[in-house]
């Protein structure tokens, strides 16, 4: 017997969803199977989780590595759908910002439109937790204090260009066009768990 193109079967899905409460690995499933009905299209997998995603009751796991950010569930062109459907904010990692097996398909490195408003959230977010987890100064060094935010660039001025500081600057009043490319680099002993769920709260609108 034939098998129910996705499309429909993804139609039949819609019309039920509502009544449904899935876990990750219910979401996970419905995603690996509209996969499979599709024979990988991407955009097969990339409509299951976003429907998955409306209904789940742990999307904190979902947004982790046992769900958006597990490679074998997400390829590389997936998490970019699943970035552009659902939204960056909804995406993040935050709770592993600064990892490289987590938020796909880049790791630690963002690369964050400015003209959009969920990217300038994440980048608040990234500037106000880099000032929350600082290092302590190294006995070897006491003056190099590391950096959590390195290789910023822009692709609007040179940032060392900006007047004063603009990383504090930004936090009050972000240009609004051009690309920021970072990366969040961690230091294990400066990680700060309650100042990212607050910052998580304050700027990406996730609440735990």
Not at 108 to 124: I, M, T, Y
Request: hydrophobic share 40%; charged share 30%.
């Amino acid at each position: 017997a034939a098998r129910l193109p996705w499309e429909e079967a993804l139609q039949a899905l819609r019309s039920v969803v509502d009544r449904l409460s899935l876990s990750v690995e219910a979401v996970r499933l419905v995603a690996e199977t509209f996969r499979s009905l599709s024979g990988g299209e991407p955009a097969a997998a990339v409509e299951a989780l976003v429907l998955g995603f409306g209904r789940c009751g742990e999307r904190l796991a979902l947004a982790g590595r046992g769900g958006f950010h597990d490679s074998k569930l997400v390829g590389s062109s997936e998490a970019g759908r699943l970035k552009d459907r659902l939204g960056i904010c909804h995406v993040l990692d935050w709770q592993h910002v600064g990892e490289e097996d987590t938020n796909l398909p880049h790791g630690s490195r963002f690369a964050l439109d400015l003209a959009q408003h969920d990217h300038r959230q994440v980048l608040r977010f990234l500037l106000a937790l880099a000032a929350r987890e600082v290092s302590e100064p190294r006995e070897e060094a006491p003056e190099d204090v590391l950096d959590r935010l390195v290789d910023c660039k822009w692709t609007e001025d040179a940032l060392a260009a900006q007047e004063g500081d603009w990383k504090l600057t930004w936090l009050e009043a972000m240009p609004e066009k051009g690309t920021l490319t970072c990366v969040y680099r961690n230091d294990e002993e400066a990680i700060n768990q309650v100042a990212r769920k607050e910052l998580a709260e304050k700027y990406l609108g996730i609440f735990v």
